[in-house]
């Protein structure tokens, strides 16, 4: 694992309605994870998972498998 500090942003859907999530997609390529923040509380838990399980995720967002969003 690097040591790299995540480089967090939110997707340019996002409104200012404040229920957003960033992540860090640059750790990606060194540490092969993604960690996932809630914008609301930058200093709160991060949420780390695989590359793979957050691209598997997107996937199945784009494809309406949680319902219309």
Do not use: I
Not at 51 to 57: D, E, L, Q, T
Request: glycine residues 14%; aromatic residues 8%.
């Amino acid at each position: 694992m690097t040591t790299d500090s995540p480089r967090w942003f939110k997707s340019s859907y996002s409104g200012n309605g404040g229920n957003c999530v960033e992540v860090a997609a640059n750790l990606v390529s060194s540490d092969g994870v993604v960690p996932v923040r809630d914008s609301k509380n930058p200093a709160g838990p991060v949420l780390t998972v695989t590359a793979g399980s957050f691209a598997a995720f997107v996937a199945g967002v784009k494809g309406g498998e949680f319902g219309s969003v």
